[in-house]
């Protein structure tokens, strides 16, 4: 088993800025991908953001791309999220995800499907 646990959640102002943490336990694989994801009361989860094993690729979904940025510490078995510019619109739970797949060292994909492992969530509210 992997379990990943997420922390950094809590209540900012918009237009104010918080960082999310992913810290990675238990049997871990080499070369895997990470992902973000949120999902907001009656709506489906949706990709946030995706980092490759080398963390020299990463890839971000329209609605945040220029204000997310995703990042990661392997030798802490960490992945980080730091937004920006927070609208009232972000609030969400937010997951962290490993694919544990090969194809993570070059690539990492915005597909719930291809993950294996998720954390907890944890809860980001955007004050107006």
């Known amino acids: 088993q992997v379990q990943l646990v997420e922390s950094g959640g809590g209540l900012v102002q918009a237009g104010g800025s918080s960082r999310l943490s992913c810290a990675a336990s238990?049997?871990?694989?080499?070369?895997?991908?990470m992902g973000w994801f949120r999902q907001a009361p009656g709506k489906e989860r949706e990709f946030v953001a995706a980092?490759?094993?080398?963390?020299?690729?990463?890839y971000y979904a329209d609605s945040v791309k220029g204000r997310f940025t995703i990042f990661r510490d392997n030798s802490k078995n960490t992945v980080y999220l730091q937004m920006n510019s927070l609208k009232p619109e972000d609030t969400a739970v937010y997951y962290c995800?490993?694919?544990?797949?090969?194809?993570?060292?070059?690539?990492?994909?915005?597909?719930?499907?291809?993950?294996?492992?998720w954390g907890q969530g944890t809860q980001v509210t955007v004050s107006s």
């Open positions: 995800a490993a694919d544990l797949s090969p194809r993570g060292q070059y690539s990492a994909t915005s597909l719930i499907g291809e993950y294996d492992y």
């Open positions: 238990g049997r871990t694989f080499s070369s895997y991908a």
């Open positions: 980092i490759t094993w080398s963390g020299v690729r990463s």
